[in-house]
């Protein structure tokens, strides 16, 4: 059964920092995996989706990377801004829907 | 266009009650999935829906949860004989691709 583990649960940084989220993932039959943002009270808004045979995707200041033999993906974050402050969730995808990770939960302090 | 609506947005029952919780799919979309949310945990897969196929349940964790969906769109799931484990976020998402889907704000149920 994939489980799938984030790493730190909460993070808290100064706005301009650049940072890094943990994603790991026990079973690498993946077809793809999916980063996503989850604000309160909305729903999950998916940012960078990265299929098994890539291994890294960027939009704006976000760069995913995959090591699918390893089972761990890491999101990075450039130059944080307090409007980044949200719940980062990671989920891949074999041969069920969506399997999440607990998510981080990002505050970044002006 | 409209996104993936969900209603009510909250929902408090006593145990022991039925409720229904909706979702309104992205016209067109051919696949519908519910998800749940509770406190602390991960976004948990319910059930599946895909065209006219028969819809994957493997998800569900007890016989008190069931779901319709009526004419490929909306959706309705329900929870009998609700319990307190059973309060958390209901999201509904609904895709065209199995890889991008689209998530509506939930439904908060809080069973006392």
């Known amino acids: 059964k994939q489980e799938v583990t984030q790493i730190p649960a909460a993070l808290s940084v100064p706005e301009g920092e650049n940072l890094v989220l943990n994603c790991s993932f026990t079973?690498?039959?993946?077809?793809?995996l999916q980063w996503f943002r989850q604000d309160p009270g909305k729903g999950l808004t998916s940012l960078l989706l990265?299929?098994?045979?890539?291994r890294e995707q960027t939009s704006g200041r976000l760069n995913a990377s995959l090591d699918k033999s390893s089972g761990r993906s890491t999101l990075y974050i450039a130059a944080s801004q307090p409007g980044d402050s949200a719940t980062y969730l990671c989920?891949?995808?074999?041969?069920?829907?969506?399997?999440f990770g607990k998510g981080t939960r990002l505050s970044v302090i002006a | 266009g409209a996104g993936v609506s969900q209603s009510p947005s909250n929902k408090v029952t006593e145990k022991g009650k039925d409720v229904e919780l909706r979702c309104d799919p992205i016209?067109?979309?051919?696949?519908l999935y519910w998800y749940r949310q509770s406190l602390g945990q991960g976004l948990e897969f319910l059930i599946y829906?895909?065209?006219?196929?028969?819809?994957?349940k493997s998800g569900l964790p007890s016989d008190r949860f069931s779901a319709e969906r009526t004419g490929g769109s909306v959706s309705t799931l329900t929870i009998q004989r609700t319990q307190q484990e059973d309060s958390a976020v209901y999201l509904c998402?609904?895709?065209?691709?199995?890889?991008?889907?689209?998530f509506g704000p939930g439904t908060r149920l809080t069973v006392l």
């Open positions: 998402a609904s895709s065209l691709t199995v890889d991008t889907q689209y």
């Open positions: 079973d690498s039959a993946i077809y793809n």
């Open positions: 990265i299929q098994s045979s890539q």
């Open positions: 989920a891949v995808r074999g041969n069920t829907p969506l399997v």
């Open positions: 016209s067109g979309h051919t696949a």
């Open positions: 829906f895909q065209g006219n196929s028969a819809p994957d």
